[in-house]
């Protein structure tokens, strides 16, 4: 008998053929917490701001030309390039063109909303640095990285950095502002931003390594391809179900074929296809207390075959169903293997909806 224990140190191994490096990373996975603090303190909220584009971008241009000299912008973004990431913070002291830039690089698998954690937990970090300020406004072009800030429970342990940064930022100055601006809409400050992010995930410009725990979303999408992959190398090296292989090669994804049928019709023409259909024959198989042969009409052997096509017990609707395909495919199909397994399986679908409707007879003639 093989314990759970063993079981799982044999998919971890298996695993680790695939990534060498899976242990170490399900080690270093971003953590998500409950709370961000203690729940009865928990009333702070970020003044976070999200406009509509157009007024977002006209809201920045007019303050940048009208704010008090000692007024702090610091504008933020991230990047991901594969594994290799970057955070940026382009920092303004009121009006001036002048900017202080930090930048920050990390390695692993991590998300785009992960980056721009990163880069608000940096510029708030190094505003710090430049002095006091009286009025301190960031701005950032991810919406996801803005509403993760403004939880309070339930989120990964990047946001809770950036949050309290950012709570940590707010009593150093007179008033915060946290403003959305949408990407690549020909502002200077926020693609400034969006190079030094570029430059730093590509390492060819940056101030600081950082270590960063690996985004668990993006680790599980990965284990999650892993599987899906080795699946469909089973189902596509699999000596049985190869009538249902026919119409889902890929046995993940491809689903397209039931896309005309209910949930029920689409599991019993997948367990029809399959060989998995609950007949006699395929419950001997499995040690069931039977003896193979038809309760309907007493023959020899109750498999899917006789079931489909011979069986007298059901010949009324194969008629009916036939003078349907006749119809419906002006006498170009008939109600034989090949077009009921592919084309067809709408009407093979209906056949198995009756059939699986039926009380099964009890060996004296009787309904059980």
């Given at each position: 008998v093989v314990s759970p224990r063993e079981i799982l140190d044999l998919e971890l191994h298996q695993l680790e053929r695939a990534y060498p490096s899976i242990s170490d990373r399900l080690e270093h996975v971003e953590r998500q917490r409950f709370w961000y603090e203690d729940p009865a303190g928990a009333t702070?909220?970020?003044?976070v701001s999200i406009l509509?584009?157009?007024a977002s971008v006209?809201?920045?241009?007019?303050?940048?030309?009208?704010?008090?000299?000692?007024t702090l912008w610091i504008f933020t973004d991230g990047s991901v390039v594969g594994t290799h990431c970057g955070a940026a913070a382009v920092c303004f002291w009121g009006t001036h063109q002048d900017a202080h830039l930090f930048s920050e690089h990390f390695i692993g698998q991590h998300s785009?909303?992960?980056?721009?954690?990163?880069?608000?937990?940096?510029?708030?970090?190094?505003?710090?640095e430049l002095g006091a300020a009286s009025?301190?406004?960031?701005?950032s072009d991810s919406q996801a990285a803005l509403k993760a800030v403004q939880q309070t429970q339930g989120a990964s342990s990047l946001a809770m950095s950036a949050r309290q940064a950012l709570r940590a930022l707010e009593l150093c100055t007179d008033t915060l502002h946290i403003w959305w601006t949408p990407s690549h809409v020909d502002l200077r400050e926020n693609d400034m931003?969006?190079?030094a992010a570029k430059g730093a995930a590509e390492g060819t410009s940056f101030d600081t390594l950082r270590d960063i725990p690996i985004c668990a979303a993006a680790l599980r999408s990965d284990i999650r391809t892993y599987y899906?992959?080795?699946?469909?190398?089973?189902?596509?090296?699999?000596?049985t179900g190869r009538d249902l292989h026919e119409v889902m090669p890929r046995l993940s994804r491809d689903l397209a074929w039931t896309h005309d049928m209910s949930r029920k019709d689409a599991a019993l023409v997948a367990q029809f296809l399959s060989g998995h259909y609950v007949t006699h024959a395929y419950l001997m198989r499995f040690g069931h207390p039977v003896d193979g042969t038809c309760r309907w009409c007493a023959a020899g052997l109750d498999d899917r075959e006789h079931r489909l096509f011979y069986c007298p017990r059901f010949e009324f609707l194969r008629?009916?169903?036939?003078?349907?395909?006749?119809?419906?495919a002006h006498g170009t199909e008939t109600w034989d293997w090949d077009f009921l397994t592919g084309k067809g399986r709408r009407y093979l679908s209906r056949f198995l909806r009756f059939v699986h409707g039926l009380p099964v007879p009890s060996p004296e003639g009787e309904d059980e």
């Open positions: 702070w909220s970020p003044p509509s584009a157009e006209d809201r920045i241009q007019r303050q940048r030309r009208d704010c008090a000299s000692d785009s909303t992960q980056a721009e954690l990163v880069a608000l937990d940096l510029g708030c970090r190094r505003a710090r009025c301190v406004i960031i701005v931003a969006d190079a899906a992959l080795r699946a469909d190398t089973q189902w596509a090296l699999s000596d008629q009916q169903l036939r003078g349907e395909i006749e119809a419906d």
